[in-house]
Each structure stands twice: as C-alpha cells, then as structure tokens.
C-alpha cells in the first residue's frame, strides 16, 4: 500500500512566521503535490512538482513555496504566514507514466495562524 | 464556471436506497474522472475511477460517464449510514497528465 506521511497533524504558528510543511511518501511515486482544503472551496492545487528538484504552480501559488531536493521528500513552505492561509493542507503523490493513477493523500495538516 | 461542479448537498437517503451524485466539468478534453469519499476530518480516499464512456460497477458502486455531455456521476446502491461522507469528483485535465481538479464535493447524509 502506498503510504504518504505528513509530519504533524496540527500545526498552530503566529503571523509572520516561517512554516515549513513535510511530506514523504514511500512508493517511488514521481509526481507529488500539495493541495489546501476550506468549506465550500473544496481541494485547491498550490504546488506540485513532476521530478526531483522540478515544481509548477497551481491554482493558488502565491504566499507559497515548495522544495523537493529529493524523490521522496516534498515541502511546503510558507513564507511569512497569514491568517488567510489557516486551512487544512494535504499532501498526495501519483504515478507519472499513467493517466488513471489515481492520486493517494497523506493524513493532512491543519494549521492555525493566529 | 468552474471546472469541475457538484451540489454541495446534503443529499440525504434513507438507508437501502440508492444515492446518485452527480459532477459536470467543463474541459471537453478531459479523459480521467475519480471519485473520492472523505469522512469527516479524515482525507479522501479514491473509490472509482473512469476512463471511457459508460459504465463502470464496483460492489455497490457504479460510475457513469457521459463525454458528450460532460457530466459524470456516482450511483451507490444499498446505501450505509456508514456511506455517510462528502464525494468528491475529480477530473483528470487534458493539457497535463499530473493535475487532477476536484469539485468542492457533495455531502452524503444515510438516514438509519
């Protein structure tokens, strides 16, 4: 089974701070991708990324940064954090070399910025 | 118009009915369509996907795609209170093999 881990569960940071949100999956998947999710606005794309070390901006990219340094390993980065960017954030990683891989998701972070 | 629409409900059903939920998109391209269900703080995990025009059954699932009219939709048959969740419909986009697209979901409420 693929297993997409997400380093915490919660997450409660102050305006301004630098976050940084972790994912690892284990399943050699190539392309992975953040996603935030609020009521009413369903998943929304920030970032993915197809390749080590290459990432492409989605729908909603801006206050956002991403590193993937390797295969396995993909950040989220907030730069200055916002009380609009309290939310919940899911990572997910795919297969690249079939259009019906189906995307697998981490347990999700839910960050508070107050 | 957004790419990917559904009603966010609730659809509410009574227990051993069948529930039918439904997803438009707008990408005539589109050619991956999935379904998701997430329970309530928990994150969505993929119940069907179709690839072609018509139907797809899986237990008490069906997945029905219509290209031409470019909706596609989710029957669950014998419905659970423990299908009680919100469905997500996500569509694979044409100009990338990577994105997928979710609709903002449709809330289930199985009536015991």
Known sequence: DVKVTQSSRYLVKRTGEKVFLECVQDMDHENMFWYRQDPGLGLRLIYFSYDVKMKEKGDIPEGYSVSREKKERFSLILESASTNQTSMYLCASRRRDRVNSPLHFGNGTRLTVT | ?112
Do not use: H
């Open chain 2, 1 to 112: 118009q957004k790419e990917v629409e559904q009603n966010s409900g609730p659809l509410s059903v009574p227990e051993g009915a069948i529930a039918s939920l439904n997803c438009t998109y707008s990408d005539r391209g589109s050619q991956s369509f999935f379904w998701y269900r997430q329970y309530s703080g928990k994150s969505p995990e993929l119940i069907m996907f179709i690839y072609s025009n018509g139907d797809k059954e899986d237990g008490r699932f069906t997945a029905q795609l219509n290209k031409a009219s470019q909706y596609v939709s989710l029957l669950i048959r014998d419905s659970q209170p423990s299908d009680s969740a919100t469905y997500l419909c996500a569509v694979n986009r044409e100009d990338s093999s990577y994105k997928l697209i979710f609709g903002s979901g449709t809330r289930l409420l199985v009536r015991p």
